[in-house]
C-alpha cells in the first residue's frame, strides 16, 4: 500500500475519487438549489456567484445537477462492476478450481461474449426493456464480467498447485475453504485493479447511453443527459456542454490514475 | 501452418453457435414473449407490429422450433424485413416480381462504417506507432511524460464530448470542416477530384473521434511491449555485436514489440464496430452505428437483430484475420514450432 502512495499520479487519481465521493455523499446538503426546479425567470444564465456553473433551457440550476448527476454516475459504477465482478468472480473461481469440461464451457462462453460488440449489445438488450437507472447498471453489469472471469481463472489456475493450497487440501481443507480462505484472498490485488478501471468504462458507457436517450431519463439529471441538453445550446451557452464533459473526464481519468497506479504497484514486471 | 489454418477456421463454428443462442436468448429477454413488451414504445405501430414479431419470429411455435427458425436465418442471412422503413430488406437486396430492386440496408451501411474504420485504423497506426516508440526510448523524459499524459486523457476523454467540442471549434467557429453526412449538397455538381476532397473533408472529425480511444490504447500497447523487449538479452548482444542503434532499435526491438500488436488489433475490432453508434450518430452518418442507433429508438426489431449478428460474424472474422496474420508474421507458430 504504501508502495502505491509513493506514486503522485495514483495520489492525484485518489483525492480526485474521494472528492467527488464527497460531492456526491454530501449533493442534498450542499447543492444550492433543487436540481429539478424549473425556474423561467433564469434561463441560460451564464455561470455567475448565484449559479456556479450557470443555468439550463429551464431554468435549473447547472451546479445543483451536476452534484446530483455524480451521484448517478457513482452509483451506476459501483453496481454495474459489483455485478460484473460477482458474476466474474463466481465464475472465474469455478472454472479455474475444477477445470474440465467446466471450465470449457465457461471459458467458451466468454469467448462468444467477447465476439459480440459490447456497446451493441447493451443497446440491443436496452431496446426490449425500458430504459432506466436499474436497467442500465444491471445491462452493463452482465455484459462487463468477461475480463474479470479471465482473470480469476487464470490467478486460480496458478495458485491451485502452490504449495501452501496444496498443504492446507492436504490437511483435509474442503472445497469452499480452499476458495475462500486461500485462493480468493490471494486473487484479491487484481481483482480490486480490474474493478476499478471496470468502473471508469462504465461511466463512460452510461455518460454515452445517457447521451444518446437510452440511458437515465430526464428529469433525473446525468452527466450524460445534461450534456444532451447542453448540445442544444452550445452556440449560446458553452457552460452546458463545458461542465458535464469535464466532470467525466476527470472522474473516468481519476479511476484510471488509481487503477493504473495500483496495478503498477503490484507487478513486478512493470515497475522496474 | 494449414493443420493450424483448418482448426481456427472450424473454431469459428462453435462460437457462431453460442452467438446464435445469446441473441435468441436476447429476443425473449422482454417480460412475456416481445410482442407484449411494455418497451413497444410506440403505441401505433402496437398491435400491427405485433402480429408481424409473431409472424417473422414465429412466436406461436415452441421454443425449440424458434431457435431452429432462428438458427435457419442467421444461417442464410435472411433477417426479414424493416418494421419501420416501409419494408426494406434487413440484410441484402432483394427483386419483386417487376424487377426492381430494393438495396439492403445493412448492405448500404456497412461499407460506409467499414470504410471509417479502416481509415481510423490507419491513423492509429500511423500515430499511435511513433508515439509508443519514442515514448519508449526517452522513458520518463518529457517527451514520454506528455505522451503519457495524452494517453491517459485519451482514456478518459467521453467521444461524444470531444465530437461536440470539435463540432462547435471546426465546424460552426471557423466552417473549416463539415459537421454532418457524408457529402455537401452540392456534391452531385462537383468535379471528381473536388468530389474525392469533399468526402475525404466529411471524414476527418468521424473517423479521429472512432480512432481516439484506440490511439491511446495502441500508443501505451507499443510504449510498454518496446520497454519490455528493449531490456531482454539479444539486445544487449546486437548492441554489443556493436550495431547501430537504429538497427538495434527498428530492426530488433520493434519487430518483436510488434507482434502481440497484430492480436490486440483483433481484439480491438468489436470495440470499434461499437464505437461506431456514437461517432455515426452525432455526425449523421448513415453507417451501421446510426442504423442500429435509429433501429433501438424505433424498436425496429429486425433490423436490431440483423445488425447484433452481423456485428458478431466482423468480429469473429476480424479475429480470424488477426490470428492468421500472427501466424503469418510469427515463424515459430508459422513452422509449427509453437501450437
Redesign the interface.
Known sequence: MKKAFSNPLTILGFVIIASILLLALTAPFIAPYDPNAIDVKVILLAPSYNHWMGTDGLGRDVFSRMLYGARISLMVGFVAVGIATAIGIVLGAIAGFYRGWVDTVIMRTVDVMLSIPTFFLILAVIAFLTPSIWNIMIVIGLTSWMGVTRLVRAEFLSLRNREFVLAAQALGAKDARLIFTHLLPNSLTPIIVSSILGIASAVLVESGLSFLGLGVQAPQASWGNILTDGKEYIQFAWWLSLFPGLAILITVLGYNLLGDGLRDAYNPRTSR | MLKYLLKRFLWMI??LI??S???FF??H??PGD?TT???SFNPKASEESRQKLRELYSLDKPVIVQYGLWLKRMATFDFGTSFASHQRPVFWQTKDKDGNVTLGMIQEALPITLLINVLSLILIVGTALPLGVISALKQNQLADRSITLFV??G???????LA??LM?WTG?QHAWLPISGLQSISHENMGWLAQISDSLKHLVLPVFISGITGLAGISLFVR?GML?VL?QDYITTARSKGLSENRVVYGHALRNALLPLITIFG?SI??L???S??AE?IFAIPGMGKL??D???M?D?PV??G??TI??IL??IG?LLADVAYAWADPRVRRGVVR
Open positions: 462453435p462460437l453460442g452467438i443462442l445469446i441473441s436476447i429476443m429477454l422482454a416481445i413488451s411494455e418497451a491517459f486523457i482514456f478518459a476523454i467521453p467521444g461524444f464530448w461536440l467540442i462547435y460552426v510498454n519490455e531490456h481484439l468489436p470495440g464496430i461499437g464505437g453508434v456514437i450518430s442500429f442507433y433501429a433501438v429508438l424498436r426489431f436490431i437483430m445488425i447484433l456485428g458478431a468480429t469473429l479475429n
